[in-house]
């Protein structure tokens, strides 16, 4: 009797020694786990972000003009993953800019020498077009909404107007080091067309992951 009485005990002490050993382990596995849980989707929204990025950015280097409500379809068409519905959505937005670099002759071809032609040897946006009605501004300048058409397009301005040529706020800030780095130049009559896309996430805090935000993609071509 006294055995069996000693048998159980010991099982007894098992088992809550396998309890006490379960909890500690799972302070570890389970944050962990919704660690992982929280990367995957965040990777996963990533992807189709750049991929986003990539198709659109592509399609405006062929000549598509986004300008166009019906392009501008497609485009929020290959965004719907991502929760795009509309120009108008604040799921996102996509941002795409023409880039140039800013050459004597150019400034000589609009009649500006000297000082009216402070753009001279810079990037500038030469056109911009907006998709989306999210927040999230260009990693590399925002033109001033009085410069351009109805086509997204900034002239190049001359003595009595401001463009592309002589307006600050064309300037593409920060595009040159991203050339540089890649080991690219703009020679003259050359253009860049960059596509930006920023798109909010799910809040995965819960997870492990990164409190609400977005997930951001360039493409140039």
Do not use: W
Request: with cysteine.
């Amino acid at each position: 009797m006294n055995a069996a009485m000693q048998v159980k005990r010991k099982r007894d002490s098992e088992r809550g020694t396998s309890i006490i050993e379960f909890a500690v382990v799972s302070i570890v596995l389970i944050p962990l786990l919704f660690g992982v849980v929280a990367f995957g989707v965040n990777l996963g929204h990533t992807t189709q972000v750049i991929q986003i990025s990539r198709d659109i950015g592509h399609l405006y280097a062929k000549g598509v003009d986004f300008s166009e409500s019906g392009n501008q379809a497609i485009a929020i068409n290959l965004a719907t993953p991502m929760g795009l519905t509309s120009t108008s959505s604040t799921a996102g937005v996509i941002i795409l800019s023409t880039i140039q670099q800013v050459y004597t002759a150019d400034c000589s071809g609009a009649g500006l020498t000297g000082s009216s032609c402070s753009n001279n040897g810079k990037d500038v946006i030469t056109n911009r077009i907006v998709i989306g009605g999210n927040s999230y501004s260009s990693q590399y300048g925002t033109p001033s909404s009085s410069l351009l058409d109805s086509e997204g397009d900034l002239s190049a301005g001359s003595n009595s107007s401001h463009g592309y040529l002589n307006d600050p706020s064309a300037v593409a800030t920060g595009f040159s080091t991203l050339l540089s780095n890649a080991g690219l130049t703009l020679a003259d009559n050359q253009v860049a067309y960059l596509c930006e896309a920023y798109f909010t996430t799910p809040d995965v805090s819960y997870l492990g992951g990164p409190a609400s935000g977005g997930i951001y993609a360039k493409t140039i071509f």
